[in-house]
């Protein structure tokens, strides 16, 4: 399993936060999220299904800006 970080604009939002998880929970392949303490970052674990790549491409083409 691997492990990505994400910094989504407006995380700290609880609505942003539904609506992210909401969107990482229909990715074949995520297996766990974890958000940070501070609500500033989103932890994804996932297995081969998915990639780094497709997780971003996904998020970014439902509206969501990510910071690296």
């Known amino acids: ?11 700290v939002q609880k609505e942003t936060q539904v609506r992210v998880i909401d969107q990482l929970d229909g990715i074949i392949g995520v297996q766990d999220l974890n958000l ?13 299904q998915t990639s780094e790549d497709a997780i971003n491409s996904h998020l970014q083409n439902n509206g969501y800006k990510i910071y690296k």
């Open 1 to 11: 399993m691997q492990k990505i970080r994400l910094n989504i604009d407006g995380l």
């Open 36 to 48: 940070s303490d501070d609500e500033k970052f989103i932890e994804v674990y996932y297995d081969d």
